[in-house]
């Protein structure tokens, strides 16, 4: 189980349900009759399985009970099998099945994808001692889920914002007056010395980067 509570996720959950104006046109949701139904997810391909905070987030911001998702709560990270089936104990209004299901899906598929991919190259580069980070390149309003499914799947997490470490890329180089300067610009606006990350493209900056102390490097 991921360190998510449900109930801080409802803000984001709502903002994603109101795309479909199902906040706004609320009477929808309860106009629709029909018997209690019982859930189930069919795995179609092996993955290692995430986001399912957010899966139960989803019905819960509609009215379910939480406690009929916490044994998928502590799932997170389990691998399935092609053609494993995760039957739900607890029959759910039919009304909350078909409100939250699409957004429920699509959040547990993409955290579990994300997962999956990750531990599959998790699992080949720990044989030469190798960590896996992930990058600050995330999709808008997902980057908790996509961060959290890296850990999911064994990676690492490796700025979580733009000041978390000061990176210096070709731009700031460009900027700057070259690698040099650009490390003097972050020194100067404190920046921790063991926390600046620089990009470089051949062994002479390599050799300066060296020089100047800088301990992270990216080849990009």
Sequence with gaps: MSDFTLTSLYPQIKSWLDEDDLIRNF???RTLNGSDVKLYLKIKSPLTLAGADYFAAT???????PAHFEFLRNWDGKEFKNGEVIEFPEAFPFKLAVTGERLALNLLQHA???ATWTKQHVTLAIKKNIKLLDTRKTTPGLRSLEKYAVRVGGGYNHRLGQTDAWMIK????????G???????FKNQGAFYNNIIAEIHDLAELKQAQDLGIQHIMLD
Excluded at 59 to 65: K, S, V, Y
Excluded at 179 to 185: D, H, M, S, V
């Design 112 to 114: 579990s994808s994300i």
């Design 27 to 29: 009477h929808y949701t």
């Design 170 to 177: 070709d731009n700031h180089k460009s900027c700057l007056g």
């Design 179 to 185: 690698l040099k300067g650009a490390f003097e610009f």
């Design 59 to 65: 019905f819960a911001a509609l009215g379910a009970n």
